[in-house]
């Protein structure tokens, strides 16, 4: 009998909203197949299995999708990586399915390092790999599930940037960039396409809701301190 792997924690993803618009103000997405509701797949890569959750469906009004939902996940000792894929609904027939409309991926050691974490993370679209606009996402860590309810540090921060602005790629630590290669979206629109139909994890990978948006500020001081740092992402992608 296998050894289940150990869990090496939990993080917490508060997925707030998601904008098609690219630094040029150029809004990406293909409006054309009727009203556009997505919602937002997560996934936790590496290790004996995978871990996912996803948001509800939420439309998008203007050039903004707002879910401010939050997700809590397993870790795993072997997680490597996690995917945000923002996703539609697709009919063929009668069957029903799934289409990515953009997404990217992390490095979990990365997140481990830069928690708490509120930033805009640059999404790529499938196929082409084309720009995909932006998603905001909140993250932290805590070893046991009661960590993720205690009091936290994010309450300090603030996003790297508000949308109409052009989003840079740092978190408001100046830590982390939200990159991943065209190759690796063009895998995980193959791989998405499968969720629903494969065996779900037994983990407590459930979703807590949470409403309200907080005004949040981070210390000049600390701003200075982390101006420099940069953790690397997914950058495989060699663009010529």
């Not at 937002?40 to 959750?53: L, T």
């Not at 994890?201 to 809701?209: F, R």
């Amino acid at each position: 009998m296998a050894i289940p792997e150990p869990v090496k924690g939990y993080v917490s993803i508060v997925v707030e909203e998601a904008t098609g618009k690219t630094q040029r103000d150029q809004f990406t997405w293909d409006t054309n197949a009727g009203a556009f509701e997505a919602f937002v797949k997560v996934e936790v890569r590496g290790g004996s299995r995978n871990v996912k959750a996803q948001t509800r469906k939420a439309p998008l009004i203007g050039d903004t999708i707002t879910w401010r939902e939050e997700l809590r996940m397993e870790l795993l000792e072997g997680s490597s990586e996690l995917r945000l894929m923002l996703c539609r609904e697709k009919f063929q027939g009668n069957k029903k399915g799934t289409s990515v409309v953009a997404a990217c991926g992390i490095y979990v050691n990365d997140i481990l390092e830069a928690v708490p974490i509120d930033k805009y993370f640059e999404l790529f679209k499938p196929n082409a790999g084309g720009e995909g606009g932006f998603i905001r996402i909140r993250m932290n860590f805590a070893r046991d599930l009661a960590g993720l309810d205690a009091p936290r540090q994010e309450a300090n921060l603030q996003p790297n940037v508000t949308f109409g602005q052009p989003p840079n790629t740092k978190d408001a630590a100046g830590r982390l960039h939200g990159v991943v290669s065209p190759e690796t979206v063009d895998e995980v629109a193959r791989r998405v396409a499968t969720l629903g139909t494969e065996p779900e994890s037994a983990g407590p990978a459930g979703a807590k809701k949470k409403g309200g948006k907080k005004k949040v500020f981070i210390p000049l001081a600390i701003l200075t301190a982390a101006a420099g740092i940069a953790v690397p992402l997914i950058l495989k992608a060699t663009r010529k």
